[in-house]
């Protein structure tokens, strides 16, 4: 009567434990590695000023990694990010516009900003998970329509920001780069997210929808949680994305949404839900902007940046998983 | 008091009656025993009364007061807490959340209270400390963990819902001896607070042990309830089988084949994931019937067979000679077939067209490289047209076909080359009536003609009317082998219940 089938899971060496706790161990290493041949082939992309201006350029995508890792803790996708973020984008500069260009304008502006974020991850989530349709086309889907009223709003790219608002984007405030401020803020965000009901359910949801939803919990009001905050988030990294370019692009995101996913998967999150960390997709996105440094550093001649880009891109994948099996196994 | 009461309830998935006519009465107070053989409708009933499926028609009375059971969440609502047989743990979730999960302690109106999640959580875990082995802790992911200790930690989850009333389907299948005991221990504290607890077991002596009542369902519905204290096991058994011992009777002799074709295949000591020590012999000409309930063993043991994956220990002699199976691939090529009810995962080729369903096995045994449909159809035609298998062309999809004809499909893709033994696990799941019949008839047929098969079905009356001998499996070996006159429901589920 006990035909328990065991299962040949235990006696795990004391580096899976950690990996189960730090999914994200692994894109550590790679960043460091990043950050030495980064060092090596100029001295220089090391220095404060230089790290300052990597995490300027690249916090947007952080805050967009961090926006898609929500949604695919529940399993899902969202296809939509980037689109969200133009069209936040371009909504804040006609509006900081319109008002004025003044303080109180740019506060305003952020406050609809979010509130638009919001609302197209609301959207997403009652197509995906009230309407049932497929989350990888329905938010392709969406992302068309998004980017169609971006362009409604502001039809070409250029009309420029108003100079406080980049101004304090790129500045510093007793001598600390405003974007640290943005760091730290995020820290504490995604510290509090971490303890949220929303982010363990979200997970819950992902690891089994039949077993969360005989559980009793809300499965379909979950996922369109995990989506709304996805949206905020996309919300955000659009004021990042405004503060770096200082001007409006109906298709400044459109490019950005497939890197979040890479970021999710290169941060240990699975991809199939369940389990992950918005910490790696951070580091993560990160490593994506080491990379592009690199190649650039490296002295890749331009006609062969996407190729190296790429193939970088793939070696640092390959990195992650084998690390991960070779923990996990 | 009644507490929970259930009147003419029924569930119907598609064309299959899950639940025709199901009652029940559950006083405050009590540990009421559901039992009746595989597929007579018991987790379907339990699932009503947890929300998780609604029934089509039928009453629901709790405290005398009709309600609609909308949802696991209008359950909890209602005082319902339910253990599920398949479990309703998140892998990667720890112990402490999966726990309460149902109802993560709040701090605020947004965030997980902690120390209220690692306080109650641990008040549940200390309950079965004894028993659960050291590496049980809150904060383990439930994917670290046994089998028996995940079906622990869903025990744990059920009790943290606190309701009043609380269904446990087959709560103890992976348990040992110790972990039953505290657990028992635990139902009568529970009991004697006044609360109803409904219990579904297939080891009689567990529902001797722990059980006020007993309800007895069979066929999808409620054949009747009496008090454990007035009855025996050979009587539960008796109401479970009940007036179908006539159907248990073979409608002819066995053949002749049957026992005079020599052994076809011999299996020794067989251990693999799922089942350990199991010997037998098949002969030509002999279908021989695997028994007892759902995932005693009787799948695994085929699949072993097959390769899929192979068995860990003991030795399988076909036509006297050693059998290693690797995998699938060499299983064909020594002449194993292997027919399996799950028919979308294991046999149909989904989109692609009958012709091409019915060939790959005979393009794999005779090495072929380069296919000519016309000589392909020629093979493929007559095996089609030995099992009466209605299609329109061999062109078309198989997904044209009903259920029925894409089983006969995939049988028919081993017709092409005969193989010397045929393995059918479970064939006839989902299929009509009719094509169940067909498929019979040609099993006895090719039986005749001296293939060996060996028939695993989850339906009792499909093994007592088509096997020539059955082997009984519980807890993953064989308890009892049945011959001839043996063959009848009763000492199947005799077999099948008590042995544990």
Known sequence: MTATPSIAREGRGGFGALLDRFPFLPAIVILIVLLVLNGLFEPNSLSFRSLTGLVRTYMALMLLAVAQTYVVYAADIDLSVGAIASLVNVTIIVLMQHLGGGGLSVVAALGVGVLVGLACGLVNGFVVAALRLQAIVATFATSIFFTGLALTILPVAGMPAPTAFWRTYGGSFFGIPFVFYCVAVLAVLLYLLARSRLATQLLAVGDGQQAAFQSGLPVTAIRIGGYALCGVFAALAAFCITGDTASGDPLVGAKMTLFSVAAVVLGGSALSGGFGTVVGSVIAALIIGLINALVFFAGTPSHWQNFVQGLAILAALMVGILVSRRGRA | ?500
Request: hydrophobic fraction near 45%; proline fraction near 4%.
């Open chain 2, 1 to 500: 008091m009644t507490k929970l009461k259930l009147s003419g309830v029924s569930k119907a998935y598609g064309a299959t009656m899950a639940l025709r006519h199901g009652d029940l009465e559950i006083e405050a107070g009590e540990v009421h025993v559901l039992i009746g053989a595989n597929g007579s409708g018991k987790s379907t009933l339990c699932k009503i009364v947890a929300g998780s499926v609604r029934p089509d028609r039928g009453t629901v009375l709790i405290d005398d007061r009709p309600v609609t059971v909308s949802g696991p969440r209008a359950a909890k609502a209602l005082g319902i807490g339910i253990f599920y047989q398949e479990l309703s743990l998140a892998e990667h979730r720890s112990v402490a959340e999966n726990i309460l999960m149902p109802d993560l302690p709040r701090k605020g109106r947004l965030f997980v209270n902690r120390e209220a999640l690692a306080e109650t959580a641990g008040r549940y875990i200390a309950l079965f400390a004894q028993v659960a082995g050291e590496d049980l802790t809150a904060d383990t992911p439930v994917g670290r963990l046994r089998a028996d200790q995940r079906q622990l930690v869903e025990i744990m989850k059920a009790l943290a819902s606190k309701a009043p009333v609380l269904i446990f389907d087959e709560p103890t299948s992976a348990l040992d001896r110790a972990q039953v005991d505290r657990f028992f221990e635990i139902l009568r504290g529970l009991r004697n607070e006044g609360r109803s607890i409904v219990f579904i077991s297939h080891r009689m002596d567990e529902i001797f042990a722990i059980g006020d009542r007993v309800t007895v369902i069979r066929d999808g519905e409620t054949i009747g309830t009496t008090t454990i204290a007035d009855t025996s096991p050979a009587a539960v058994i008796r109401m479970m089988v009940g007036e179908q011992e006539g159907l248990a009777v073979p409608q002819d002799a066995p053949p002749a084949s049957a026992t005079g074709g020599g052994t076809a295949l011999s299996v020794a000591h067989l251990s693999g994931q799922g089942f350990s020590d199991v010997s037998f012999t098949v002969a030509r000409g002999e279908i021989l019937g695997l028994g007892g309930l759902h995932g005693q063993g009787q799948s695994a043991l085929l699949r072993a067979l097959f390769g899929a994956p192979p068995a860990h220990s003991g030795a399988v002699t076909l036509a006297g000679a050693a059998l290693r199976t690797e995998n699938p691939r060499s299983a064909i090529t020594s002449g194993l077939a292997y027919v399996s009810g799950d028919r979308g995962r294991d046999g149909v080729i989904t989109g692609r067209p009958i012709l091409e369903n019915v060939t790959p096995v005979h393009a794999l045994r005779n090495r072929l490289m380069l296919a000519s449909p016309g000589r392909l159809a020629a093979g493929a035609l007559p095996a089609l047209k030995a099992l009466n298998t209605k299609f329109a062309g061999l062109s078309h999809p198989i997904s044209s076909l009903s259920g029925g004809n894409q089983q006969k499909i995939v049988i028919a893709r081993w017709l092409i080359d005969r193989p010397d033994v045929l393995l059918l696990d479970d064939p006839t799941k989902g299929i009509d009536l009719s094509a169940k019949a067909d498929l019979f008839a040609l099993i006895r047929k090719l039986a005749e003609d001296g293939l060996a098969i060996i028939l695993y079905s989850s339906e009792d009356a499909e093994l007592l009317n088509n096997a020539d001998r059955i082997l009984v499996f519980n807890g993953g070996s064989v308890r009892r082998e049945l011959a001839g006159a043996e063959r009848t429901r009763y000492n199947l589920y005799h077999a099948a219940y008590e042995a544990a």
